[in-house]
């Protein structure tokens, strides 16, 4: 019903482009540029936590539950982009999720709703990278100067100037060679982790580790479903659609030559990264892996130049990964406050654009720096958003869409994906708010952790 009702609304919307979809989402990108995009948003240090969602699973269910989210993920995507690819055909190029999502299920129920879930994973990714970046950057500090003053809000403070200064790169397809260098920085540093790992496991400093799922059957449900949300939300994305309007026309089978290169680089990271910290840490895994290597206040287990490298690559990966995903919200803001009848380059277009790309980088820098905890709440973020975004709405759009028949595996395939991970997603949540809860006595504003 959406379908038909919103079909003629939605097509002006996208058709009369505001100065957001032109400039920022401007369509000359290639298939390998897709690529990359593609794996800067999925393939980011997040992946560093994999380890410690092994801890709550094991051996064979952590990675039994990794390859059914990698085949899953690929899956989702493949068939949104499908949907994409079906609107251009017929003559609707949509450039945003939430204009694709009311064309096929009506502004009520897909524009508004998609719009609310994306800006919420782009402002926690953003948020989220900010944090992490500091605490790369407090690391390679410490290995220089042990009993350093310094404490954890500036480096957030530093890292945060120096996005600044990227994110007035003016659209996304700018981005594309800071993401290439982006996907071999994730190889980089996913390969000082395994290589360190290793080192670890073999040392005389090796520690005490156990690979059994510990707890009560309560908190061991809780410890799963959180592992769960963990892993899903690692393989999130939320913004294909905007990946995909990267490209120059026709796009017909270019995504999917996108997804091969960036899956390739998930394969051999995710599965490579979760493994060897797991298999050196077991379930004393922290929810960074840097934290095990790097033990705060102790001494490092691993030799300083590696964690000096490891770092300077996560560091860099961290600015492709903010800025890919601040574009979404950059593109809303300069569709209002830009003017699509004046250049890109011009002074009308340049000075809002400095001004609302500052004020979003500094606001999301003052968040990371006042809750270093973040990442918990990042964990309800991700279970509440990215599961229906990435593991949902690609199988309802796609069967709306197509309208398989009840009587095809595809139909029923796709049901029962949504089915799953929407239990998924409310019991991530739940698990998300339940260590909210056990950790609040440790919060503290501006906290140096």
Known sequence: MGHSQNKGAS?????????????????????WHAGYHLTVSIAAPALLSL???????????????????????????????????????EGHRFLRFRDLAGYVLGRRWGFYPVGVLQIVVCLGAVVGSTLLGGQSIQIIYQIYKPNGSMQL???IIIFGILMLLLSQLPSFHSLRHINLASLVFCLGFSLCVVGGSIYVGHSKQAPA????????????????????????????NGIIPEIQATLAPPVSGKMFKGLLICYAVVI????SVAGAGYWAFGNASAGNIFTNLAPSGGVALIPNWLLFLANIFVIADLFAVALVYSQPTFEIFEGRFSSVKSGKFSMRNVLPRFIIRSLYVSFATVIAAAF????????????FACT?????????????????????????????????????????????????????????????V
């Not at 989210?69 to 989702?76: C, I, L, P, Q």
């Not at 270093?372 to 279970?383: C, Q, S, V």
């Open 11 to 31: 097509a002006t919307k996208v058709d009369e482009l505001n100065a957001g979809a032109k400039f920022v989402l401007e369509s000359k990108g290639n298939w």
């Open 153 to 155: 809000y500036e480096f």
């Open 209 to 236: 580790k156990s690979y059994s799922v510990e707890g009560s059957s309560v908190s061991k449900m809780f410890t799963i479903f959180n592992s769960l949300a963990i892993i899903i939300t690692t393989f999130g």
């Open 388 to 448: 229906p975004l990435d593991f949902i709405l690609p199988f309802l759009l796609y069967n709306v869409t197509f309208k398989p028949s009840i009587w095809t595996i595809k139909f029923w395939l796709n049901y029962v994906i949504i089915v799953v991970f929407t239990i998924v997603g409310l019991m991530g949540c739940i698990s998300a708010v339940r260590q909210i809860v056990l950790d609040v006595s440790s919060y503290k504003l501006f906290a140096n």
């Open 268 to 271: 051999s990271t995710f599965f």
């Open 51 to 89: 380890p410690f969602a092994l801890d709550g699973l094991g051996w064979a269910p952590g990675f039994l539950v990794l390859t059914i989210a990698t085949a899953v993920s690929f899956y989702a995507y493949t068939l949104i982009s499908k949907v994409l690819e079906q609107a251009e055909l």
């Open 372 to 383: 270093p905890f973040f990442g918990d709440i990042n964990a309800i973020i991700g279970a």
